[in-house]
Structures are given as C-alpha cells and as structure tokens.
C-alpha cells in the first residue's frame, strides 16, 4: 500500500492563488486517478475535483487539478480565493479496491 | 438526487459492538451501475479513514488495518447497508461517514456523503 501526504496547513490572502500537494509515497501517481474533497468545518466533506482534474458540476472553475510525474504528486490549486475556501482538503486514490486518503491540509484564508 | 442518512447509537461501551446503518434514498442500492456503498470515519480533528464498502451483490472491501473487526452488509429490500465494528475501545471514537463511492472511467471516488453521525465509546 502507498500513502498520500499533504502538507498540515497552507495560507494565503484573499484574491490570491493557493495549491496544496499531495505526494504518493510508492508507485506511480499517474496509475490511479486522484480525487479531492473540502470539508468545512461541521460539514460532511464534498468533492472538487475527481479523474486527477474534472470538475464536478456546481464546483467552480477557480478550482483545479493536475499530477505531476516528476515529483509523484497530485496538486488542487484554487485561484481568486475567497473567505469561503477556508476549509480542510483532502486528496483520495486508490490501491487496488482500496481507498487510501491524504491526511489532509488546512486552508486559511487570511 | 441521491441521499444518505446514518443511524444508530451516539455511545457505545468498550469492548462492545459499534453498529450503524445507511438509509438511502433517490437511487436504489440494488443496481450494478458502478457504486459502492461505503463507511468513512474521521477521528476528532483528525483525517478521513476509510473502513471499508460493499457492493450490492454482497461483494465487501475492508481497509487491511480493521478488517478483522468490521462487517458491512446489505439489505436491499430496505434500501439500506450496515456496519459492525467489534470490540470498540475509545480509539474507535469517531464521526462515521455512509457514502457512496462511484467506480467509473475515472476511478474510484466518493460522489455522495451522509451528513455523519458521532459515536463515542465511552463506559
């Protein structure tokens, strides 16, 4: 099984562009799609991106997906931020039938 | 649009069993279109874990690290899942996640989340 880390936490203003890494520990990131979740607080979590970089419908364009081979990792990156991107976000993949979840990284929007 | 909806008990004594079920509604779990109805559990400030999910044959996928405690199983006449997870311990105090997850052209991933319901283990 591999893991996927997420740095802790991530910052930035209003207006500004953010991303947040989620690196695979062993294989391959291109061999399974990446998916990613924000969870506010109090809130079951709900999907922003799927299939490594499609939008779920309702989700806005300012978010958006993409792997990196180089560095083995899957990156969710939302432009023009807002005080309501100030959340926890989570990227997901799988192993086999297995689900396996990043750890998780905490949004602030200053 | 699909709905799903936990219940069971808020507290549950050590070394008992943690019992929960799914409710959905506007879809139906006996389809093969792809969906497998999962449980998701997220430790207090903590991260997302999967446990584990079955589809609606009865196929069941555990997470290797609880495989020996949990059992999710299906009833389809209810339109309905469940969980067991044997021999709590105050580790396994969590708010436990239905969800359904979509196996597609794009991989495995959680379309639709209950709202979660917090079981605490606790005598």
């Known amino acids: 099984n591999f893991m996927l880390t997420q740095p802790h936490s991530v910052s930035e203003s209003p207006g500004k562009t953010v991303t947040i890494s989620c690196t695979r520990s062993?294989?391959?990131?291109?061999?399974?799609?990446v998916q990613w979740y924000q969870q506010r607080p109090g809130s079951a979590p709900t999907s922003v991106i799927y299939?490594?970089?499609?939008?779920p419908s309702g989700v806005p364009g300012r978010f958006s997906g993409s792997i990196d081979s180089s560095s083995n990792s899957a990156s969710l990156t939302i432009s023009g931020l807002k005080s309501e991107d100030e959340a926890d976000y989570y990227c997901?993949?799988?192993?086999?039938?297995?689900?396996?979840f990043g750890g998780g990284t905490r949004l602030t929007v200053l | 649009q699909v709905q799903l909806q936990e219940s069971g008990p808020g507290l549950v004594k050590p070394s008992q069993t943690l019992s929960l079920t799914c409710t959905v509604s506007?879809?139906?779990?006996?389809?093969?279109?792809?969906?497998?109805w999962s449980w998701i559990r997220q430790h207090p400030g903590k991260g997302l874990e999967w446990i584990g999910y079955?589809?609606?044959?009865?196929?069941?996928y555990y997470s290797p690290s609880l495989k020996s405690l949990v059992t999710i199983s299906v009833d389809t006449s209810k339109n309905q899942f469940s969980l067991n997870l044997n021999s709590v311990t105050a580790a396994d105090t969590a708010v436990y996640y239905c969800?359904?997850?979509?196996?597609?052209?794009?991989?495995?991933?959680?379309?639709?989340w209950g709202h979660g319901t917090l079981v605490t283990v606790s005598s």
């Open positions: 506007g879809g139906s779990i006996s389809t093969n279109a792809g969906y497998y």
């Open positions: 299939g490594d970089k499609e939008r």
């Open positions: 079955i589809y609606y044959s009865g196929d069941t």
């Open positions: 062993s294989g391959r990131i291109a061999s399974n799609y």
């Open positions: 969800a359904r997850v979509s196996y597609d052209s794009f991989g495995y991933y959680v379309d639709y």
């Open positions: 997901q993949s799988y192993d086999g039938s297995t689900l396996v």
